[in-house]
């Protein structure tokens, strides 16, 4: 498994115990559902998180939910 992210991808790490990465497409990040999510986790870490990756605080399953909703749009 290859740890670069693709062109035109974001990598988050989203999970509330283990964390799992997730590429997500750039184009996400103007939808104000992942724009919430953004800003929760600039809430709960500060824009610090301690492991230095963008980490979004929910679980996989409603982080799965959210981003089949924005492939739909």
Same mark, same amino acid.
């Given at each position: 498994?290859?740890? *670069? $992210?693709? *062109? =035109?991808?974001?990598?988050v790490y989203?999970g509330?115990?283990?964390? *799992?990465?997730?590429?997500?497409?750039?184009l996400?990040?103007? %939808?104000?559902l992942f724009?919430?999510?953004?800003?929760?986790? =600039?809430?709960?870490f500060?824009?610090?998180?301690?492991? =230095?990756?963008? $980490?979004?605080?929910?679980? *996989?399953?409603?982080?799965?939910?959210l981003?089949s %909703?924005?492939s739909?749009l």
């Amino acid at each position: 498994m290859s740890s *670069k $992210t693709p *062109k =035109g991808h974001l990598a988050v790490y989203v999970g509330e115990e283990e964390e *799992k990465r997730y590429m997500v497409p750039i184009l996400y990040l103007n %939808q104000p559902l992942f724009l919430d999510l953004l800003n929760r986790a =600039g809430e709960e870490f500060r824009y610090n998180h301690p492991i =230095g990756c963008l $980490t979004i605080p929910c679980s *996989k399953d409603a982080f799965i939910d959210l981003i089949s %909703q924005l492939s739909e749009l």
